[in-house]
């Protein structure tokens, strides 16, 4: 096994603007781990809990850490037809002398959504939860709006008595027409702000015939905008939509951040002209009041006319400092997972290094704790199969893993830290799992 080369995230270089252009000087600093050589599976691997009840048929998993030392999982529920369900399952991991299960006890599960059936979610775009200082547990998540068509609501719920029942739903999205409201993120900062982003199509005219831009042959959808919303008091209220962006891919998942200092950063994939799809970042200084102009990361020179449904990942810092990890696969390198910083606020970002050279399916996931920020993402393992993947970015204490280290088996891992433990969620056989991993 060849070794994965820690990526530290170091010098600046000026964004990219809203416009590609040729960069032959770009730096790409690759890993010296083969693109053929299987993952190692860390010694320390938990074995795998089932977090969805047998019997039923679960996708679509979100999970969170709380200051309670308790790790919450959502995962969707597939009923008849289009009927669905968001729960969320409580789970005590073991003891930390004691890593043979990813869970010591799992609760009960709580459902999100108080009408049953009422939801929607699909691999691209899964529920998101996240745990206040305060323990209020909030989750994101979309409902069908009306008898047919792809029209959704976008909800909030929160929990106040640490996941065990939910309170009412409140809309976020503030428009009466029928429309698509989602590829949603979900954040909350230290003074208990609930930030919301996602794609809309309010302000989108249906395509006309011979309109060659909007057709979208992959998936048939045009480009959406992005939007944001917070609530300042607990989830109760949201306040008026502000539109980011707009041109954005339809079906890459948005990205949220909030750095302990109170900035607000909203990630998306940009569609620039020419059909070239790059990530861009939008950052707020004052608790998502008003937003600097959108940044692109980094000029992949990827040309798609279609949706690869893998959207940016993004973790906060102090200090202005944004890390973002991405899937591309244009023309500027190799395909692959890659990440690049900014310590500007999001206004530059450092040239994009390679993480993995691997194929990705679904939107990486990135975390943050003291070693540093370790990316999460569904990629092949050891067998040819699929399996969760994590490298480490950026870290300063000796670690070098060979190559990205293999979780477990199977596919859209979602994931959160807990006292330098990893816990991915992820889908096998019709089921929700939970393992853990230093």
Not at 292 to 317: I, M, N, Y
Not at 421 to 430: F, H, M
Request: net charge positive.
């Amino acid at each position: 096994m060849k070794t994965l080369t820690i990526i530290t995230l170091l010098a600046l270089a000026p964004g990219a603007g809203f416009a590609p252009r040729p960069n032959p000087k770009q730096t790409t600093i690759k890993s010296t781990a083969a693109a053929a050589s299987a993952p190692d599976k860390p010694a320390d691997a938990g074995s795998p809990a089932r977090v969805s009840p047998e019997g039923v048929r679960a996708a679509e998993p979100s999970v969170a850490a709380g200051r309670d030392g308790m790790v919450y999982v959502t995962w969707v529920a597939h009923g008849a037809g289009k009927d669905a369900d968001v729960w969320l399952t409580r789970v005590e991991p073991a003891s930390k002398k004691v890593k043979s299960s990813a869970a010591q006890t799992r609760a009960e599960p709580a459902r999100v959504n108080r009408t049953p059936g009422e939801a929607t979610a699909w691999r691209g775009d899964a529920p998101g939860v996240v745990v206040a200082k305060d323990g209020t547990v909030y989750v994101a998540w979309t409902a069908r709006a009306g008898a047919g068509g792809n029209a959704t609501t976008l909800y909030v719920s929160a929990s106040r008595d640490g996941g065990r029942s939910f309170g009412e739903p409140v809309r976020v999205n503030d428009d009466s027409k029928p429309g698509v409201h989602g590829m949603h993120s979900l954040a909350v900062g230290e003074d208990g702000r609930v930030y919301v982003a996602w794609l809309d199509e309010r302000d989108i005219a249906a395509p006309q015939d011979g309109d060659e831009h909007m057709k979208m042959p992959m998936h048939g959808e045009h480009n959406r905008q992005v939007y944001f919303s917070y609530s300042a008091d607990g989830g109760r209220t949201f306040s008026k939509n502000r539109r980011i962006a707009v041109e954005a891919c339809p079906c890459c998942k948005t990205s949220l951040a909030v750095s302990r200092g109170g900035r607000v950063y909203v990630g998306w994939r940009q569609v620039l002209p020419g059909d070239f799809r790059h990530v861009a970042v939008a950052s707020s200084a004052d608790g998502g009041e008003t937003f600097a102009a959108p940044t692109v990361v980094s000029d992949d020179r990827w040309e798609l006319r279609g949706c690869p449904v893998s959207g940016p990942a993004l973790a906060a810092g102090e200090g202005g400092r944004l890390a973002v990890v991405w899937f591309t696969a244009g023309d500027a390198g190799t395909p692959g997972i890659y990440s690049s910083d900014s310590r500007d606020g999001g206004r530059t970002f450092a040239p994009r290094r390679l993480v993995a050279e691997v194929g990705v399916r679904g939107t990486p996931q990135l975390l943050s704790d003291a070693r540093g920020a370790v990316a999460v993402f569904e990629g092949k393992g050891v067998d040819g199969s699929a399996a969760l993947l994590a490298a480490r970015l950026g870290a300063t204490d000796g670690l070098a893993p060979n190559g990205p280290a293999q979780l477990g088996a199977g596919e859209l891992p979602a994931a959160a830290i807990l006292d330098g433990r990893i816990y991915a969620a992820y889908i096998s056989k019709g089921s929700v799992w939970l393992t853990s991993a230093n």
